[in-house]
């Protein structure tokens, strides 16, 4: 089952697709002051990482400062309701994850992702990597299923709240591999890394930026990845369907919205300075060396892939059955 449509930096720069510069009445003086960047999580994990990655090189082409401001809570739910009652003048921004969309798939909630909202750009996007801790007597995907059949409900994984990309994509997992698992839900893997390391939290799926590092120093141990093909980061990690978990392929991937309303001019300028900021070579190098990619999509390629992934969550959300009041 696909789960994304990625646009890559260099597909962006083709004839037609060029970049939009601040332009227009309503974007003659903008920005003229701060403009706050609400991030859908807390601090630590790839949507923080992404945010003050990206964050400071779009101040810089913006001319102002990018104020971060974390709000975690209900998978970003907390976050999407304040930015889409801020004023659309295109000083409130948010920046969301997958989470976010699939957490409204399976909920009612007080705002609506494609009503309330204008898409600027698709920022990024990332595979999901199965980790274990170390302590764990496991060295693959096959060894994990079979310790879990054996202890029932004794191997539990974290995700970054109820209804949240990590808790639907282990729940799917688990479905497909009948291994019984327990679900602890935290307000951000900045929340969960913790009890991750300490080997209080056995397994996880969770997106490479957020999990990777401590692979590479040993902290966790990599079992698969949630790619279709082999990730060239790390080609000696075996995907997901090659270790026996067939069509299983999830992303997590990052985007810029600002609340409905936000003059066009001021929208397509902000997707032209996103696109920038991707191509500084710091930002690029970063995010390659955690396996993410940089997208910059345009607001109707965003808009179409927001309704993507929305129908596809939805489907998978019937399939385990998840619903959260």
């Known amino acids: 089952m696909k789960t994304e449509t990625r646009i890559g930096i260099a597909a962006l720069l083709a004839p037609g697709l060029a970049t939009a510069p601040l332009q227009g009445a309503a974007a003659q003086a903008y920005p003229n002051k701060p403009v706050r960047l609400i991030v859908a999580s807390g601090a630590g994990g790839g949507l923080d990482f992404v945010a003050r990655l990206v964050g400071p090189k779009l101040g810089e ?67 999901y990597l199965l980790t274990v801790t170390p ?71 969770l997106s490479v930026a957020s999990v990777y590092g401590h692979v590479r120093a040993k902290r966790l141990r990599a079992l698969a990845i949630a790619t279709r093909k082999r990730a060239k980061m790390a080609p000696e990690i075996p995907t997901m369907i090659e270790a026996g978990v067939p069509g299983y392929a999830v992303t997590q991937w990052h985007g810029l919205l600002a609340p409905r309303g936000t003059p066009k001019a001021i929208v397509d300028g902000l997707q032209g300075e996103v696109v920038k900021a991707l191509q500084h070579p710091e930002v690029a190098t970063r995010l390659a060396a955690d396996g993410t990619e940089a997208v910059g999509s345009t607001p109707a390629q965003f808009a179409a892939h927001l309704r993507f992934e929305h129908d596809t969550w939805s489907k998978v959300a019937k399939q385990t059955g998840l619903r959260v009041d």
Do not use: C
Not at 89 to 101: F, N, Q, R
Not at 167 to 178: C, K, N, Q, S
């Open 61 to 127: 082409n913006l001319g102002q400062t990018v104020v971060v401001d974390n709000r975690a809570g209900a998978s970003g739910s907390i976050a999407a309701e304040l930015a889409a009652h801020s004023t659309p003048d295109g000083y409130t921004l948010i920046l969301l994850s997958a989470s976010l969309v699939v957490y409204g798939a399976v909920n009612k909630t007080r705002y609506d992702l494609f009503r309330d909202f204008a898409p600027v750009s698709q920022v990024a996007a990332g595979p």
């Open 135 to 205: 302590s764990l007597p496991v060295k693959s995907v096959k060894d994990l299923v079979a310790h879990a059949k054996a202890t029932p409900s004794k191997l539990n994984y974290p995700s970054t709240g109820n209804a949240s990309l990590a808790h639907l994509a282990t729940e799917w997992f688990a479905i497909i591999t009948g291994a019984p698992l327990v679900h602890v839900p935290y307000k951000g893997v900045g929340a969960a890394l913790p009890d991750m390391l300490s080997g209080q939290i056995h397994m996880s799926l």
